[in-house]
Nanobody
Framework: QVQLVESGGGLVQAGGSLRLSCAAS????????MGWFRQAPGKEREFVAA????????YYADSVKGRFTISRDNAKNTVYLQMNSLKPEDTAVYYC????????????????WGQGTQVTVSS
């Protein structure tokens, strides 16, 4: 079992930066691939970024590539999402998720989810 708690969301102007954190409970955090997803009002949840259990592999949605960076610290049971050059279209609730095995982009493959943190980017 893994419990996830996101933090770091907030209101920022376009062009600004935020860093989201996702703290995980459980002793086996380092064995899980982690992902970040987001959901804007009236839209489906979409993939943002994922990282392998070791941190050696990452994958990004085209919409955030070059602006967002996913990383993890297995000693702290935490995964991060550094978001730079934020745009109004990045406004959404951001969720972290955990899955066994390889990193993936499909939300349905992730078995554990946090409660989400709101990110609002003003123009």
């Amino acid at each position: 079992q893994v419990q996830l708690v996101e933090s770091g969301g907030g209101l920022v102007q376009a062009g600004g930066s935020l860093r989201l954190s996702c703290a995980a409970s459980g002793r086996t955090f380092s064995s899980y691939a982690m992902g970040w997803f987001r959901q804007a009002p009236g839209k489906e949840r979409e993939f943002v970024a994922a990282i392998s259990w070791s941190g050696g592999s990452t994958y990004y949605a085209d919409s955030v590539k070059g602006r967002f960076t996913i990383s993890r610290d297995n000693a702290k049971n935490t995964v991060y999402l550094q978001m730079n050059s934020l745009k109004p279209e990045d406004t959404a609730v951001y969720y972290c998720a955990a899955k066994e095995g390889y990193l993936a982009v499909r939300a349905v493959t992730y078995g554990y989810w946090g409660q989400g943190t709101q990110v609002t980017v003003s123009s």
